[in-house]
């Protein structure tokens, strides 16, 4: 079984339209890249239940849960509490954070800034790189900033933990329609049910008008199962195959 | 209350990194300029299960539902199979589809091809402007496909049956930190409860440290916040505020 993982985007900002969402697809791009699984996104507003109940869905479900957004020192960024509270815990203030942001912020700290020391109570701080703030770690709960740049700058030091065996991706790509070739899916798919199959169909790419991916964590079964899927097409209907993304 | 909205992604092709989802962002902004608000996106798999218990509690939680791809006619297109079970009854093959198929397809139809014609027993068929084939509705669920194209063309024939009362909005921009406005965002907030505030903070723009998004339907109640806002802010903080997006 690959490793699992549920990606919970908090903000209002994503839902009312003002700000679109990089971090859930870099981080699909990335996980994958490393073997994982993305079983499910979520985008829910800044409200503590409704990140608690989520947060508590997602760490049950998935083997790891990465959270995006509401970690800064406002009234709107209330994750940690949800975080907490889906952990049947409550926040606490980190004194290691509290010297880290007394550090930065100087004489110009205040309670609100010391917000952003606060963690669900047991919760872990991974340093690593050239992070100024580390990440906060609970349960299998990794809870990241919305900022992308800060995003990815997190999710780096974190990368090697999440390596799996890694998927083996082939593309085909035909000159044909997609009612055209489900059949031949389908005969596909009977004889290698463990296949990760898709199609994709392009209706303004002059090149080609369905893309076919399979993929699977075993090479030789994703070789075997190209094998056939190229043996059933009509030879003039591909225009490409590739090997990886 | 505003009507309020969820809107469900449907495929693979998303979670495994392949393609980055363009249609929520763009659902997000059209429907808040319509005054309609988003309470929560899901991104899942190409799974009957999954897809129906999603459905299920979208429909019962919000006033409309849109679900986006899975609707063409591989083995990977079940959305119409999981709407179906979450509104508990089976798909049928409708008959005005099954006709505008044949006259697309002529010859070439197929059972594949016939698959589009799949929809929920009792579900409504809604043509509009130069559509070609009419959009999917059963009970406030509206099914659309994931090509972003065509999404878009069959929303704007919709669009004005989401039409509500609009938001008002008004920015704020300031060039102080996050941390050195919170409290004046906490005083503005316990004034005004029902007030939609926002905070975000930019790491890497020279014009300004933070926007403060101020909204609400009610027009005077806004413009109150927002004086209320400006009169506790330093004079030299505020660089500049905008009405509207």
């Known amino acids: 079984m690959p490793k699992t993982a549920g990606i919970i985007l908090i903000g209002n900002e994503i839902l009312s339209g003002k700000i679109a969402d990089a971090n859930a697809a870099y981080l699909c791009r990335e996980l994958r890249e490393l073997g994982v699984e993305v079983r499910r996104i979520t985008v829910i507003p800044d409200e503590v239940d409704l990140i608690a109940r989520e947060v508590a869905e997602f760490s049950r479900a998935f083997d790891v849960v990465f959270t995006s957004g509401g970690v800064g020192p406002t009234h709107d960024d209330v994750t940690m509490e949800g975080v907490a509270q889906a952990l049947g815990t409550r926040v606490v203030r980190h004194p290691h954070l509290v010297e880290l942001l007394q550090r930065y912020y100087g004489d110009r700290i205040n309670d609100a800034s010391l917000r952003m020391?606060?963690?669900?109570?047991?919760?872990?701080?991974?340093?690593?790189?050239?992070?100024?703030?580390?990440?906060?770690?609970?349960?299998?709960?990794?809870?990241?900033?919305?900022?992308?740049?800060?995003?990815?700058?997190?999710?780096?030091?974190?990368?090697?933990?999440?390596?799996?065996?890694?998927?083996?991706?082939?593309?085909?790509?035909?000159?044909?329609?997609?009612?055209?070739?489900?059949?031949?899916?389908?005969?596909?798919?009977?004889?290698?049910?463990?296949?990760?199959?898709?199609?994709?169909?392009?209706?303004?790419?002059?090149?080609?008008?369905?893309?076919?991916?399979?993929e699977s964590k075993d090479l030789g079964y994703v070789e075997a199962a190209l094998a056939a899927l190229l043996d059933r097409l009509p030879a003039d209907a591909v225009v490409k195959v590739i090997q990886g993304r």
């Not at 050239?130 to 990241?144: D, E, G, I, K, Q």
């Not at 593309?171 to 049910?193: K, R, Y």
């Not at 209706?203 to 893309?211: A, G, H, I, L, T």
């Open 117 to 214: 020391a606060e963690v669900p109570d047991g919760a872990e701080l991974l340093s690593g790189g050239s992070l100024r703030f580390p990440t906060v770690f609970a349960r299998n709960v990794y809870v990241l900033p919305g900022v992308p740049e800060i995003f990815r700058q997190k999710f780096d030091t974190l990368r090697e933990r999440f390596r799996d065996e890694p998927y083996h991706l082939r593309q085909v790509f035909v000159v044909i329609g997609e009612s055209a070739i489900a059949e031949h899916l389908n005969t596909v798919l009977a004889a290698f049910p463990e296949l990760l199959l898709g199609s994709y169909p392009e209706f303004s790419n002059p090149e080609y008008r369905v893309k076919v991916t399979l």
